[in-house]
């Protein structure tokens, strides 16, 4: 059994799930977001994304930090604020001793849907479908939290097994245990 912290970083909203899970059952500990608009200065959203990582990892404790990594923006300073985000997460979780992952926006919607192009809202609801979240009153920023770390619990568990698969097919046909209806 491990607990995951999922962060999906952001200066404004940062989403942040944390996720048990084991080979049989993934369940949901915690979900939600830290809301940052209120602080004027950047360092100062910096500092409470610090603080605020930090009291996470103490109160659950878990073991990995499964975080999105920057992608291609058109804006250069809102990537460099977002990218001061992600290494300020990534800075507490190593402090604390976690494992720290990073996937790509694209590489998080492939796992959870099967999609890389897939909308924010099709993973809210892929997800509700895996019986993580009850009902989509979460905000995206939260969800896409919770889909960072059940990415790095598929392909964790995926690269575990040490087997390798032709397609989709044969994958569905060695792992009907996974399929929820």
């Not at 392909?155 to 209806?181: C, H, L, M, P, Y």
Request: with cysteine; aromatic share 6%; hydrophobic share 40%.
């Amino acid at each position: 059994m491990k607990i995951i912290l999922g962060i999906d970083p952001g200066t404004t909203i940062l989403g942040f799930a944390l996720l048990e899970a084991s080979a049989t059952k993934n369940s949901l500990i915690e979900i939600g977001t830290f809301r940052l608009s209120k602080i004027k200065e950047h360092a100062d959203k910096l500092k409470a994304i610090f603080e605020k990582t930090l009291q996470l990892i103490e109160h659950h404790q878990p073991q990995i930090l499964a975080i999105e990594a920057p992608f291609y923006g058109k804006n250069p300073q809102s990537m460099l604020k977002l990218g001061r985000a992600q290494g300020v997460v990534i800075a507490a979780a190593m402090y604390k001793g976690l494992e720290v992952f990073e996937y790509s926006p694209r590489k998080i919607k492939q796992s959870i849907t099967g999609n890389g192009n897939a909308s924010k809202e099709q993973v809210a609801a892929m997800l509700q479908n895996m019986n993580l979240i009850t009902e989509n009153k979460h905000s995206f920023d939260a969800t896409d939290a919770l889909a960072v770390a059940v990415c790095h619990h598929l392909q964790n568990k995926i690269t575990v097994t040490g087997q390798k698969f032709s397609g989709w097919e044969a994958f569905i046909t060695k792992n009907q245990d996974r399929i929820v209806q």
